[in-house]
């Protein structure tokens, strides 16, 4: 399947970055087809050429087809781009599972865990389809702001897949001279990196909105990295993947950029705010809040201890304040920075070893 053969593509999903893709793929000269569940976003785009819900001030390219019907927007397509929220994963994978008539490219570019079976997106698309389908699902993993991509500013992203050809095929369809992709094989860094990188921005927001400084942040990023490999290492991840766009690259620029919704729910829980009031209150979703509670079963169930995953979980569902969480993980026992390594090159996971 060369690149030339991807003519149509369909976009599941109108949230700010589902719409970012499909303007972005759209400048390429593609048809874009873009299912929106809310008719208003469908309205939006197809009269006024703009997602006034979730990307405003973006003019979008006339070729993007914005529709309610799965199936129109699935027929015919040469690549599925899946970008709808996690939460929703497996209840549109059972709809469009029976579209699907025969095998095509699968780019997963939502980010987090499915809180109830604790599968990452790639496992929960999977379920849904014959294994020997498998082979055609990539991930898309980065730091990259919507809004950013569709100004055009430089960034970079990994494609990640079981088959390299198949990634290498797909890489020529997403890169742009603006919009780097980097060719990856660590499916399960990939997808951990994406999630668990929110979590720690909605910590990097409680510290700021604390005002505890720059010291503080720096600290909390680079402990957050720690229980990032930590877990990603026990559930079989590549280390080095978290070194990468998907994991440091992505960490940094939630945990530091003001338009990271996770980073903004973090300022809200320093000043008060409950988890309630943030879901009442906001149309977008920060996929850090059911992240941190998934993040505390896969802990669990993997032997890892992750201490600011566990405090960001203590605020948003147990009503800890967060200057008491903060306060608890000065005052754990010091310990050496450096992880040790067991004799079979594995993680061993004794008191020294623990964040």
Same mark, same amino acid.
């Given at each position: 399947?060369?690149?030339?053969? *991807?003519?149509? %593509?369909? &976009?599941?999903?109108?949230?700010?970055?589902?719409? $970012?893709?499909?303007?972005?793929?759209?400048?390429?000269?593609?048809?874009?087809?873009?299912?929106?569940?809310?008719?208003?976003?469908?309205?939006?785009?197809?009269?006024?050429?703009?997602?006034?819900?979730?990307?405003?001030? =973006? &003019?979008?390219?006339?070729?993007?087809?914005?529709? !309610?019907?799965?199936?129109?927007?699935?027929?015919?397509?040469?690549?599925?781009?899946?970008?709808?929220?996690?939460?929703?994963?497996?209840?549109?994978?059972?709809?469009?599972?029976?579209?699907?008539?025969?095998?095509?490219?699968?780019?997963?570019? @939502?980010?987090?865990?499915?809180?109830?079976?604790?599968?990452?997106?790639?496992? *929960?698309?999977?379920?849904?389809?014959?294994?020997?389908? !498998?082979?055609?699902?990539? &991930?898309?993993?980065?730091?990259?702001?919507?809004?950013?991509?569709?100004?055009?500013?430089?960034?970079? %992203?990994?494609?990640?897949?079981?088959?390299? !050809?198949?990634? !290498?095929?797909?890489?020529?369809?997403?890169?742009?001279?603006?919009?780097? =992709?980097?060719? /990856?094989?660590?499916?399960?860094?990939?997808?951990?990196? /994406?999630?668990?990188?929110?979590?720690?921005?909605?910590?990097?927001?409680?510290?700021?909105?604390?005002?505890?400084?720059?010291? $503080?942040?720096?600290?909390?990023?680079?402990?957050?990295?720690?229980?990032? %490999?930590?877990? /990603?290492?026990?559930?079989?991840?590549?280390?080095?993947?978290?070194?990468?766009?998907?994991?440091?690259?992505?960490? =940094?620029?939630?945990?530091?950029? @003001?338009?990271?919704?996770?980073?903004? *729910?973090?300022?809200?829980?320093?000043?008060?705010?409950?988890?309630?009031?943030?879901?009442? @209150?906001?149309?977008?979703?920060?996929?850090?809040?059911? @992240?941190?509670?998934?993040?505390?079963?896969?802990?669990?169930?993997?032997? *890892?201890?992750?201490? %600011?995953?566990?405090?960001?979980?203590?605020?948003?569902?147990?009503?800890?304040?967060?200057?008491?969480?903060?306060?608890?993980?000065?005052?754990?026992?010091?310990?050496?920075?450096?992880?040790?390594? /067991?004799?079979?090159?594995?993680?061993?996971?004794?008191?020294?070893?623990?964040?």
């Amino acid at each position: 399947m060369p690149p030339s053969s *991807v003519r149509v %593509i369909s &976009v599941i999903g109108a949230g700010a970055w589902g719409t $970012a893709l499909a303007h972005l793929l759209a400048t390429k000269g593609l048809t874009i087809r873009l299912w929106a569940y809310e008719p208003e976003v469908v309205e939006s785009i197809q009269t006024r050429r703009e997602n006034t819900w979730y990307l405003p001030d =973006v &003019v979008l390219p006339n070729s993007i087809q914005a529709m !309610n019907s799965l199936s129109d927007c699935l027929q015919g397509t040469d690549l599925m781009v899946l970008a709808v929220p996690s939460h929703t994963m497996n209840s549109m994978m059972a709809l469009i599972r029976p579209l699907l008539k025969k095998p095509l490219p699968i780019t997963i570019a @939502t980010k987090g865990i499915e809180e109830d079976t604790l599968q990452l997106m790639s496992q *929960v698309v999977e379920g849904h389809l014959p294994e020997s389908w !498998n082979t055609w699902l990539t &991930v898309l993993s980065g730091p990259s702001f919507a809004a950013e991509v569709c100004r055009w500013k430089p960034t970079t %992203i990994l494609l990640a897949g079981n088959d390299f !050809n198949l990634v !290498n095929r797909l890489q020529q369809v997403f890169l742009t001279p603006q919009f780097r =992709v980097y060719a /990856g094989r660590d499916v399960i860094g990939a997808q951990l990196g /994406g999630a668990l990188k929110n979590v720690m921005a909605i910590a990097s927001g409680i510290v700021d909105g604390l005002d505890l400084g720059s010291n $503080a942040r720096a600290a909390l990023i680079t402990r957050g990295l720690a229980e990032m %490999i930590r877990l /990603g290492r026990a559930m079989g991840a590549d280390t080095s993947t978290f070194y990468g766009l998907s994991g440091l690259g992505d960490l =940094v620029l939630t945990s530091t950029g @003001t338009l990271s919704r996770n980073y903004q *729910v973090g300022l809200q829980l320093a000043k008060g705010t409950d988890r309630a009031t943030l879901s009442a @209150t906001t149309r977008t979703v920060a996929e850090g809040i059911t @992240t941190s509670r998934a993040a505390i079963s896969l802990a669990s169930q993997h032997h *890892v201890e992750m201490p %600011i995953v566990q405090g960001v979980y203590r605020v948003l569902f147990e009503g800890n304040n967060p200057r008491h969480i903060v306060s608890d993980l000065m005052s754990r026992t010091a310990k050496s920075e450096t992880e040790r390594m /067991g004799s079979d090159g594995m993680h061993t996971f004794t008191p020294s070893s623990l964040s």
